[in-house]
């Protein structure tokens, strides 16, 4: 079992405050027992031991678990929304780079998650503990893409609308297929290989 947590997300800058460096060892200990227990099972008491603080301590940062779950899912979904507009930002063709994109904001950066035999359980808990985060994401992030594919677009000299399309649409088609996929599709790399496709799929459309 994978219980290991990228020390990048959530380890507090040099220049933090001491708060700002207790709440990222808190948020590094609640990760850590989610992934070993599964979120239903864990306790504060666990998570503090983890964070080899006092259980009084922690309440004065997090009230509960759910507040911890939260915050873990904030600082994942920002992180993983900055991975993918320097992956659109970078050289290389549309196609790689939507691919870059998708992969380390959507299957690289869940790896752990995905890994742990409780991913299924912590991953469902986002509907009722923070579908508001994912919903502003998913957003978000489908603006980035749509404005990938405009530019695409621009560049090819295609108009999406003689087609009955439109980067939205794309965008949204692109982001649809890969949240089916993802459902579908527990293994990573067979989780890439259908990403490929839809790409390849968006590509085709964009072609003059």
């Given at each position: ?54 259980r009084p301590a922690l ?26 507009r320097i992956a659109l ?7 790689d780079r939507i691919n ?109």
């Open positions: 079992m994978s219980t290991h947590v990228r020390e990048a997300v959530f380890t507090a800058a040099p220049e933090a405050s001491a708060d700002d460096a207790k709440r990222a060892r808190i948020l590094q200990a609640g990760m850590k027992a989610f992934l070993a227990y599964g979120y239903s099972r864990v306790t504060m008491d666990q998570i503090a031991q983890t964070a080899e603080m006092s309440y004065l940062v997090f009230k509960n678990k759910a507040d911890i779950y939260r915050a873990l899912a904030a600082k994942l979904v920002g992180e993983s929304f900055h991975k993918a930002a970078a050289d290389g063709t549309f196609g870059a994109a998708v992969d380390t904001c959507m299957i690289s950066n869940y790896a752990d998650i995905a890994a742990s035999p409780h991913g299924a359980e912590i991953l469902d808990a986002k509907s009722t503990l923070a579908s508001d985060l994912l919903l502003n994401w998913k957003r978000d992030l489908g603006a980035i893409m749509q404005g990938a594919i405009e530019k695409e677009a621009l560049r090819t000299g295609v108009d999406l609308a003689d087609s009955d399309l439109s980067a939205e649409v794309l965008a949204q088609f692109l982001l649809d297929g890969i949240e089916g996929m993802k459902h579908r599709l527990t293994d990573p790399d067979h989780q890439r290989k259908a990403l490929r496709g839809l790409v390849k799929i968006v590509e085709r459309a964009l072609q003059p």
